[in-house]
Nanobody
């Protein structure tokens, strides 16, 4: 049974930091590229960052490039998103996605940034 379980979301003040995690099970994690997406109320889901299966290649949305860092630990089947200098507009549900020939999604974790 494939599972992606996000955690680490919460309430943080503007300018603060948060690290969210996504633990995978039920598939060979190290074979999959991983991504973080987010969806704010009333908006479409958007890509935040992605990382290749080995962790060598990363990609970021322009708005998050200098503030967020994606990483992975294949030994722990976990992908992380370190978020610094958070802004109220970063408030959203954050989802992780695994992709190879198919895609798997987690259930999301809420991040709320207060001004």
């Amino acid at each position: 049974q494939v599972q992606l379980v996000e955690s680490g979301g919460g309430l943080v003040q503007s300018g603060g930091s948060l690290r969210i995690s996504c633990v995978a099970s039920g598939f060979t994690f190290s074979n999959y590229a991983m991504s973080w997406y987010r969806q704010a109320p009333g908006k479409e889901r958007e890509l935040v960052a992605s990382i290749g299966s080995t962790g060598r290649n990363t990609n970021y949305a322009d708005a998050m490039k200098d503030r967020f860092t994606i990483s992975r630990d294949n030994a722990k089947n976990t992908v992380y998103l370190q978020m610094n200098s958070l802004k109220p507009e970063d408030t959203a549900v954050y989802y992780c996605k695994a992709a190879r020939w198919t895609e798997y999604w987690g259930q999301g974790t809420q991040v709320t940034v207060t001004s």
